[in-house]
Each structure stands twice: as C-alpha cells, then as structure tokens.
C-alpha cells in the first residue's frame, strides 16, 4: 500500500479466524468499518472482505485515522540538500517522527509532504522540544548506513542550552551516570549500575553553556543539567513536571542541537552542519 499523506499503513498481527471480528473486538467500530468499506488488505494485497479467514501469525494492513492535533506554526529550514540526505533545522515543539498523539504534526511527515519524498527517514532523533540540525536519508537503502553510524557514536553532537541556576560541580565536567526511561514514565531516571550515558558540560558565559553528549539516552541532557543543579530554562519535565496546554508555543526549552560532524559513511567526505538558530527568545522564530 502506498503513502497516504506522508504516513504508510499500519501492519497488524493477527491472531486467527475471522478479520472483520478480531479488528472489531481489538479496535473497536471503527476497525470494522475499514473492512466494510474496502480499506483493509491482506500480505498480498487483496482486500479483506466480511467473510474473509486468515490463519494466526497472519498480518492485515490499513490506513489509521490520524487524531486531531494541534498545528506547529513554524517552518522547517533546509539547511542542505542531495540526493542522499536532507538536513534540516527542526523547531521547537515538532516531534521527529509519529509516536502517541504527534503523528502529522511531525517533522517527517510534513517533509515527506512538501518534499515529496515517500522514503525520507531519520537517520537520529531529536526530542520535540529541543531544536536544531536533524539529518534525514531520502532513500531507503540509505537508512542503516547513516543510522549505524549514529549508533556507533561516530557523530559529533553539540548542544548549546541556556541555564538559570548554579551548577554544584566546577566546570568544565563530565557527567557519566546510568540513565533509563521507563514505558509509561514521563521523566528518565538515573540509577546505580553501569554508565550508559556521559555528557560534557561546559561554560561558555553567563547562563550559557555547550553540552557534548558521548551517548544518546533519552532526555540526557536535560536530565544531567538538572542533575547538577541546572535545569535547562522552559523546561517542563526537568526537575518538575509541569502541565503545558498543547497549544502553548510561548515557552521554548532553551535546548539547541547546533552542530553535527562526521565522516560520511558513502563517500568518505568530512561533513558539518550548523544551526541558524540562537537561543533566549521567548517563541519561536
């Protein structure tokens, strides 16, 4: 099945007998409607009917009603184009890609929209909140060379974050600690045992301060600037969790993804990118 507005179908397992009944008694009213209407099909493209039987194990594919969500109000600059890669300075708020309730409002599937590149995938992620240079591959053989090469830590990230408080180490400093996110949590946590997560926390002025993130955990940096006393301005989960109604843009976590460097892993060249974006306004621009 093709793209429907940036976003593929959605593959569902199912576990045995009539579909029309299973997707009803999973998914509700709405589920058995797609398969009323002809919008289901199965592993080789045939179109799930009422009657329709298929075995345990067997997968059905369909198109998911996308929720109602609040518009992002800011561009997406390209801050470099080819035919392999597309790199962009994402916004403040934009999610990377659908996850729970963010699923068009995202920055793939809105680049995937107004560049019309069905295969355009992330090759890292960054946080909703946090803005800044965010590489994406536009073909889909493309994907694992440039992922693997984020997971190896071959890339140099660095952060820039603006911070009120007063740090209880000297710095310059790094931070290593063990770091989970737990399923259902809203914030990580740092836990004794093996060191997943090392940060260096430098400052460069006043409130302001570089962050080189060695590893990737979720809210790492957020999380180790709170740890020392630094909780990163606009912050709404570190340390406290704070309600934000969806549609309040006037608070942006002063956290930017400002430069990315590495070795491309097809041809070899040296790249480097850089965010246009500066930190301490009070929305977005």
């Known amino acids: 099945m093709p793209q429907r507005d940036g976003l593929g179908p959605t593959r569902v397992r199912l576990r045995g007998g009539a579909v029309l009944v299973e997707l009803s008694s999973r998914f509700g009213e709405a589920a058995a409607a797609k398969v009323l209407g002809g919008e289901v099909v199965d592993a080789d493209g045939t179109v799930v009917t009422a009657g329709t039987v298929l075995a345990p194990g067997a997968y059905v594919y369909l198109y998911r009603d996308l929720p109602d969500e609040v518009d992002v109000p800011f561009d997406i600059p390209i801050l470099y184009r080819d035919d392999d890669l597309v790199v962009v300075d994402k916004p403040h708020f934009l999610a990377t890609m659908p996850r729970g309730r963010h699923v068009a ?3 793939l599937v809105r680049l995937r929209r107004e560049l019309e590149s069905p295969e355009l995938s992330p090759a890292h992620r960054l946080d909703r909140l946090t803005a800044g240079v965010l590489l994406f591959t536009t073909r889909r053989e493309l994907r694992g060379r440039y992922q693997t090469m984020f997971a190896r830590g071959e890339v140099r990230k660095t952060y820039y974050a603006v911070a009120q408080g007063v740090p209880s180490l000297v710095l310059p400093t790094v931070l290593r600690s063990r770091i989970v996110k737990y399923r259902g949590q809203f914030q990580a946590v740092q836990e004794p045992g093996e060191v997943n997560a090392e940060t260096l926390v430098e400052s460069v002025g006043g409130q302001h301060y570089r962050l080189t993130p060695y590893t990737g ?24 969790i704070i309600d934000v109604p969806a549609d309040d843009f006037t608070t942006p976590l002063q956290l930017l993804a400002h430069t990315l460097e590495f070795d491309d892993p097809l041809t070899g060249e040296h790249r480097r990118f850089v965010s246009h974006r500066q930190l301490g306004s ?4």
Do not use: V
């Open 105 to 107: 409002q995202t920055a």
């Open 282 to 285: 009070s929305a977005e621009t």
């Open 217 to 240: 955990r979720t809210h790492q940096l957020r999380l180790h600037m709170a740890s020392i006393g630094l909780p990163i301005d606009g912050d709404p989960l570190y340390p406290c």
